[in-house]
């Protein structure tokens, strides 16, 4: 290798080298007996920012590596499924990373980051496929990635994509004509799955499915039953399932509930302008989709003209239905502490709490999963203390 390289390449390529021998050999001589605790977590720190740096690397130099076609003398048919096998990834994770490699001259922001070390290899993927799309946002979501979490940075990218997409009309015809659902059986014989659908046909399963998730929040709950979100999404799958098998009830509460936020002067015109929003549970759609689902779904809108919602106060406990509405359209249906992205199993906090004269009014509430809930709720509770405010109404603050 030393006779193709020059000698100032040469003695980088052995820096690296020595590093890594380096790095093996305290691997090697680390012995947990006699590890404390702490000694372990200080460890795992340094190993996590060595890992972030390694995926800067590597995400750097992936393209032009590939340039050198050693792919092919390893046998390789290309080099996507080359860095998948030698990195123990899947072949699209590794065509990903190859992607962003080869638009990193264009990204500087992002580049600079990965150098030190401040994102991981699924966090560059994603800032640089949004940024290749919408380059004014590349900083904004590099900043994004040092406080939420990926859930939350592919949501900004998400965003980012479609704030510059010329013809969202056009998008949204081609992800309804792409869609797709698939299942089957995996090598333990569990049954699996996984589909693709427009954004509004999401936001319709996700309102069918939400009184099936709280049915199974609630019943784990009461039978003392401690199991992560996904099972218990799992649970209210089968229960949406196995319900389409009983008569649709004829009342109004059977239609489906979407939340909508809208500029009203977009949704009269038909489209949007520069700086206007059209989102339907989160999602960025074209104000068609709004105007299509008006007929057939009980529609939750919080107009940006005429915010009567707001207005809405009662110094009560119980949080009025149009406050309830309003609270998820303006929060997203997401978890508003920073850096959570949580959107399943919500509470509604009083921020300035109803103990201490805190109104029952949407500029004082705000949407917490279960986690953040309690353990602002605790905090409360050490500086204030407890009143009779009366009996508990379900689900309130």
């Known amino acids: 290798m030393g006779s193709k390289l020059a000698e100032s390449e040469w003695e980088v390529v052995s820096g690296f080298v020595s590093h890594e021998r380096g790095l093996r050999a305290l691997g090697d001589s680390l012995r947990l007996d006699g590890l404390s605790s702490a000694a372990a977590e200080q460890i795992v720190n340094c190993v996590l920012a060595i890992k972030k740096i390694a995926a800067g690397l590597e995400v750097t130099l992936a393209a032009r590596a590939a340039e050198s076609g050693s792919w092919k003398a390893r046998g390789a048919a290309s080099p996507e499924e080359d860095l998948a096998r030698r990195a123990g990834t899947s072949t699209g994770e590794a065509k990903e990373t190859l992607a962003t490699s080869k638009k990193l001259p264009s990204q500087?922001?992002?580049?600079?980051?990965?150098?030190?070390?401040?994102?991981?290899?699924?966090?560059?993927?994603?800032?640089?496929?949004?940024?290749?799309?919408?380059?004014?946002?590349?900083?904004?979501?590099?900043?994004?990635?040092?406080?939420?979490?990926?859930?939350?940075?592919?949501?900004?990218?998400?965003?980012?994509?479609?704030?510059?997409?010329?013809?969202?009309?056009?998008?949204?015809?081609?992800?309804?004509?792409?869609?797709?659902?698939?299942?089957?059986?995996?090598?333990?014989?569990?049954?699996?799955?996984?589909?693709?659908?427009?954004?509004?046909?999401?936001?319709?399963?996700e309102s069918l499915l939400g009184p099936f998730r709280d049915a199974a929040h609630h019943q784990a709950r009461h039978e003392g039953r401690r199991e992560p979100f996904e099972a218990l999404d799992a649970d209210a799958l089968m229960a949406m399932a196995e319900a389409s098998q009983q008569p649709v009830p004829s009342s109004s509460s059977a239609r489906h509930q979407v939340h909508v936020l809208v500029d009203h002067d977009a949704l009269v015109r038909g489209h949007t302008q520069a700086g206007e929003t059209c989102e339907?549970?989160?999602?960025?759609?074209?104000?068609?989709?709004?105007?299509?689902?008006?007929?057939?779904?009980?529609?939750?809108?919080?107009?940006?003209?005429?915010?009567?919602?707001?207005?809405?106060?009662?110094?009560?406990?119980?949080?009025?239905?149009?406050?309830?509405?309003?609270?998820?359209?303006?929060?997203?249906?997401?978890?508003?502490?920073?850096?959570?992205?949580r959107n399943a199993y919500l509470e509604i906090d009083h921020k300035q709490p109803y103990a201490k004269g805190g109104p029952t009014a949407l500029d004082n509430l705000q949407l917490l999963c279960l986690k953040h809930h309690r353990n602002k709720t605790a905090t409360d509770r050490l500086f204030e203390p407890d009143p009779d405010p009366g009996p508990d109404p379900p689900d309130t603050g």
Not at 116 to 138: D, Y
Not at 291 to 315: M, N, Q, S, T, Y
């Open 280 to 341: 339907m549970s989160g999602v960025t759609v074209p104000v068609s989709v709004v105007h299509d689902i008006l007929d057939d779904a009980f529609l939750v809108g919080l107009f940006l003209k005429g915010v009567e919602v707001a207005k809405v106060r009662r110094f009560g406990r119980r949080i009025p239905a149009a406050v309830r509405d309003a609270l998820r359209v303006r929060d997203h249906g997401t978890c508003t502490v920073e850096g959570c992205s």
């Open 108 to 205: 500087p922001k992002l580049a600079n980051a990965l150098r030190n070390g401040k994102l991981s290899q699924r966090q560059a993927n994603e800032i640089s496929s949004a940024a290749a799309v919408n380059p004014a946002a590349e900083g904004d979501l590099v900043e994004t990635a040092g406080t939420a979490d990926l859930r939350g940075l592919r949501d900004e990218c998400r965003k980012a994509r479609a704030a510059a997409d010329p013809d969202p009309e056009a998008t949204n015809r081609r992800i309804h004509a792409s869609r797709f659902f698939r299942h089957g059986y995996d090598t333990e014989g569990a049954f699996t799955g996984s589909f693709r659908v427009a954004p509004q046909l999401g936001a319709r399963f």
